[in-house]
């Protein structure tokens, strides 16, 4: 009789769960949005005794204030340094990451609400959250994180400008679709799809006899501008790493394997975001439901949640390049709300409680095993963790024997983006970075003045007792100084660091000007 009371009395509760969720769907949105800031804020924070690579690089660049740099488009490195300069705590970054996610999140509800109502909108957004991109890897603010609002705003604005007409949804279209090339040149994926669907489409097709869609594309020009004259300028220098990046084709076969191997990535990192989704589709119900959106409505999410994804793979296709599978990261915006469109069911309190439930140990899953890697498995695996590396021991002990070896503050620092852009951030004075030792990957740095203040050269790969060729160009003549070693900040790892002293030379000064 006590087990079937007490049976009775967990059910009742998580009827009540999902009655609460049913009554207040703004108030659950709310608080999903601040448990998950919270949640992926506070673990980065905690358990990262170092900035990773891609924050270190976003201070290295950003602060130079550049149109362009050699590697990608500079938006998120200039977001960086303005956190930096505002608040700068570490902290600060993984919470600038999460606003980006927040910011996604709000862009996609306000889609759904509008043609599903905001507790189906609810379902979509906790339906994506089960991928890793949002929480797990989205710490390491970068090109790919900050284009999760620019696309979800993007999605906003091209499905309001369609269904609602209103002439001030393209301008802003065209506002987002003009900073995502800023984030990032993957915008051609989010761009051609929705180019194809209003010359495709019956009735988007009739937009293009308005003034909204060229006003888009003029807008999207216009923001774009600036950067683009800037490429032109440089002979495209960043696609010269974006060519690097993606694997080259070897052969017809490259053809099919690359986006084959994108294709399986995706959908691996889907299957979090499938769970939770299964809570929403099962159990079927008796009688067919008629669709919460109209055919229009889920076309235009279908191009939304399909579209980039199908163009990606296209691409990969087309060129036998490979396709990273970190790219993924915009792709699946609209998934959730494309699922809710598709697979109309009744949300009673019960079917909420299970979508919730699961987004919930999803939630639990992801944040166990980000503890776990960052500290329990350390001392097992014994692997190499850039986040424990020891950045600030580093930059103090350099910038502390620059200073009794020459007098002077530690101005310049010549090494790899990683050691170099170290020594950078935690240094007190903060040295700015010739990076690989290479005027071209810092062409706003000045050789003369850099000569007449002198530098640290740094590197920790190869002999510490010599200092590798490439960073000989404007430090041939520094004097190696006795290597020593430092202990991670977390592990058994022991940093072996060369070093080299480029004393000042002010009669460069005087040259260069």
């Known amino acids: 009789m006590d087990a079937w009371r007490n049976g009775r009395t967990l059910a009742a509760r998580v009827a009540d769960f999902g009655t609460l969720i049913e009554r207040r769907p703004q108030l659950a949105f709310a608080a999903f949005l601040t448990l998950h800031f919270a949640v992926w804020t506070a673990l980065p924070t905690l358990l990262y005794a170092n900035l990773p ?105 091209f499905h309001a400008a369609l269904r609602r007409r209103a002439i001030g949804s393209w301008p802003m279209l065209g506002v987002m679709l003009g900073l995502a090339l800023w984030a990032k040149y993957f915008v051609i994926v989010l761009a051609a799809p929705m180019a194809l669907f209003l010359l495709l489409d019956r009735e988007a097709r009739g937009a293009l006899a308005t003034p909204g869609p060229w006003l888009a594309a003029a807008v999207a020009l216009l923001v774009m501008a600036p950067h683009l004259v800037w490429l032109f300028q440089n002979d495209f220098l960043p696609f010269a790493y974006a060519n690097r990046r993606a694997a080259s084709s070897r052969g017809f076969l490259d053809h099919l394997v690359h986006p084959t191997a994108f294709a399986l990535s995706q959908l691996l990192f889907l299957l979090p975001s499938l769970l939770i989704a299964a809570g929403f589709l099962w159990p079927r119900p008796h009688a067919p ?97 850039a986040v424990f590396y020891p950045g600030d021991r580093l930059a103090d002990e350099l910038a502390r024997r620059f200073r009794a070896a020459t007098g002077r503050p530690l101005i310049y620092v010549i090494g790899s983006m990683w050691d170099g852009g170290n020594v950078a951030h935690y240094a007190p004075k903060h040295p700015r970075v010739l990076i690989d030792g290479d005027p071209a990957r810092a062409p706003w740095i000045d050789p003369g003045d850099l000569r007449s203040k002198g530098a640290v050269v740094v590197w920790t790969a190869g002999d510490p007792t010599v200092m590798p060729v490439a960073l000989r160009r404007l430090a041939g003549d520094a004097q190696v100084q006795p290597p020593f070693e430092l202990s991670y900040r977390r592990g058994d790892h022991v940093l072996s660091v060369g070093w080299a002293i480029l004393r000042p030379q002010p009669a460069f000064a005087a040259y260069s000007r």
């Not at 660049?61 to 956190?83: A, F, N, S």
């Not at 889920?298 to 691409?315: K, N, Q, S």
């Open 53 to 157: 690579l891609d924050l270190i690089e976003a201070l290295t660049y950003g602060r130079e204030w550049q149109l362009g740099y050699d590697k990608l488009p500079p938006l998120p490195w200039w977001l960086v340094e303005i956190v930096y300069r505002t608040v700068g705590h570490d902290a600060a970054y993984y919470a600038l990451a999460q606003a980006a996610v927040i910011g996604a999140f709000a862009g996609v509800w306000l889609t759904a609400r509008s043609m599903a109502g905001p507790l189906l909108a609810l379902v979509a957004v906790l339906v994506i959250d089960g991928l890793h991109y949002f929480g797990y890897t989205a710490a390491k603010f970068n090109h790919d994180v900050i284009q999760l609002p620019i696309w979800a705003w993007a999605g906003y604005f």
């Open 289 to 385: 439901l008629a669709p919460t959106a109209d055919a229009f409505d889920r076309r235009i999410v279908a191009v939304l949640a399909f579209g980039p994804a199908a163009a990606t793979v296209a691409l990969s296709a087309l060129s036998g390049r490979g396709a990273i599978a970190m790219w993924g990261y915009p792709l699946w915006l609209f998934l959730g709300l494309w699922i809710v469109n598709q697979a109309p069911r009744p949300l009673d309190p019960v079917r909420l409680t299970r979508v919730a439930t699961t987004w919930g140990l999803v939630l639990a899953a992801f944040s166990l095993a980000f503890i776990a890697n960052y500290s329990v498995l350390p001392a097992i695996d014994h692997r190499y963790r």
